[in-house]
């Protein structure tokens, strides 16, 4: 299973970001999806995740800001950033669980100036 990650950048403060990620070479569904951010220096936290049976959970310090969804495509996820912040700037990761196996994407660079 490969998890890839895309649609990050650079962006101004306020500005938005959606950040998609897709996997190959799975076909069975995956009990949740997720993304994790990892600034400098910094711990990996959870952002936000969601359930194949679409219950949802942030980060208190994203909420009312970012969404995330489940893609068209299956076994993928977007994460809708809005009124992003520079304390925002991380390494966004994208993962997911299935039958308690964790699985992780590449990470993608979020920089949002000030």
């Known amino acids: 299973v490969q998890l890839q990650a895309s649609g990050g950048g650079l962006v101004q403060a306020g500005g938005s970001l959606r950040l998609s990620c897709a996997a190959s070479?799975?076909?069975?569904?995956?009990?949740?999806m997720d993304w994790y951010r990892q600034a400098p220096g910094k711990q990996r936290e959870l952002v936000a995740l969601i359930t194949s049976g679409g219950y949802t959970n942030y980060a208190d310090s994203v909420k009312g800001r970012f969404t995330v969804s489940r893609g068209n495509v299956k076994n993928s996820v977007y994460l809708q950033m809005n009124s992003l912040k520079p304390e925002d700037t991380a390494v966004y990761y994208c993962?997911?669980?299935?039958?308690?196996?964790?699985?992780w994407g590449q990470g993608t660079q979020v920089t949002v100036s000030s």
């Open positions: 070479g799975s076909i069975s569904s995956f009990n949740a």
């Open positions: 993962g997911a669980i299935r039958d308690l196996t964790r699985y």
